[in-house]
Nanobody
């Protein structure tokens, strides 16, 4: 399984960006797809996860109401719409696939990772 993230860039505070993650590989049938982020000098942290089959979602409090995750099974794609961006959202964003069943699974339980896509939010 390979995950390819894209869509990062520069935005002003209050602006929007849309990230995409396309999966390829045989039998791509994860239970959960997630987005994580890592700011410079900080640990990677959870942002949001979605259940691949049923669209149940789980958001970090810091992004709730501003970010929206969705998935397109036919295209093996997960999208993260980020609105009302804040400077503290600046980070490298990573998509990941989890073949376990918990929406709130920790980072260590994710099985596959994409490369990061950088999001920079200026004040």
């Amino acid at each position: 399984v390979q995950l390819q993230a894209s869509g990062g860039g520069l935005a002003q505070a209050g602006g929007s960006l849309r990230l995409s993650c396309v999966a390829s590989g045989r039998a791509f049938r994860p239970y959960i797809m997630g987005w994580f982020r890592q700011a410079p000098g900080k640990e990677r942290e959870f942002v949001v996860a979605i259940r691949w089959s049923g669209e149940s979602t789980y958001y970090a409090d810091s992004v709730k109401g501003r970010f929206t995750i969705s998935r397109d099974i036919a295209k093996n794609t997960v999208t993260l719409q980020m609105n009302n961006l804040k400077p503290e959202d600046t980070a490298a964003y990573y998509c990941a696939a989890n073949y376990g069943a918990k929406l709130n699974a920790p980072l260590s339980e994710y099985d596959y990772w994409g490369q990061g896509t950088l999001v920079t939010v200026s004040s």
